[in-house]
């Protein structure tokens, strides 16, 4: 986006007294990319510490469990608003551009991750081993089911 | 580490009582190092958020500066645990080996930073601007520090 471009949108914004588009968070493409992979990476190693107990890798430890879903939900909510146009691509790993051109659907995929995590959590704060795996279980399709879509 | 010697760490871990050792957190180095970037990544965008408002770059949002704050105290605790021996360089970016000679100075600077970010948070709640502004420069000088001594 230009730098005009940028300022008429956020003039818009401003008249329509709404909080600031997302892209307007990024200075450029290349540090949405950054934050956005910063913050699954950070999710990933908490959600794995958790699939570590639910898999019987390492003893279920209930307040490590209960810690790691915390750091989970927060990690959560923050990728999405880095998903800004311009920053899709072709290598492994990198998001389809059909994110852009089918947002609400990649959004509600979001959504769905981001609920289920919360469940993860509830689950983790009973401190019931079963529980956490079954929530385990459930938010980690949600992973697979988004990335089987949207991640090349 | 081998993992004949993860598992006799291990075993002298569970037989202390203490809990796990950071760097078995981590499977490779590799996994603490994308770990800690993520950290940081995702900590310095929201620690920027409130740099911008601090120094006039964007109007000064109290909402938003105490949003961002609770995420840079959240995040600020997570890097530490993966610095891990074995994840120090020379490239420019990268962690000086003296953080392994000298980690009780390292962890030391780590908690000024951590304890900085937590005025931070409470100048945010607050409201102030400027309590804001003079606190984002106080957490603003613990980074640098501590980039000064250990970051390549």
Not at 46 to 73: C, E, S, T, Y
Request: charged share 20%.
């Amino acid at each position: 986006m230009s730098m005009t471009r940028l300022w008429t949108a956020l003039a818009l914004v401003a008249a329509a007294g709404v909080s600031l588009p997302a892209a307007a968070q990024f200075a450029k493409p290349e540090d949405a990319v950054k934050y956005r992979k910063g913050a699954y990476q950070v999710m990933a190693a908490h959600f794995g510490r958790i699939g570590a107990m639910a898999q019987g890798k390492v003893p279920f430890d209930a307040a490590a469990a209960a810690a790691n879903a915390d750091l989970v939900v927060t990690m959560s909510k923050l990728p999405f608003t880095a998903f800004v146009e311009g920053t899709s691509g072709t290598d492994k790993g990198s998001p389809k551009a059909s994110i852009w051109t089918e947002r609400a659907k990649f959004d509600e995929a979001a959504k769905k991750m981001q609920d289920e995590v919360v469940k993860l959590q509830a689950a983790a704060k009973t401190g019931n081993a079963e529980q956490v795996k079954t929530a385990f279980g459930a938010a980690a399709g949600t992973c697979k089911n988004c990335h089987d879509t949207y991640r090349n």
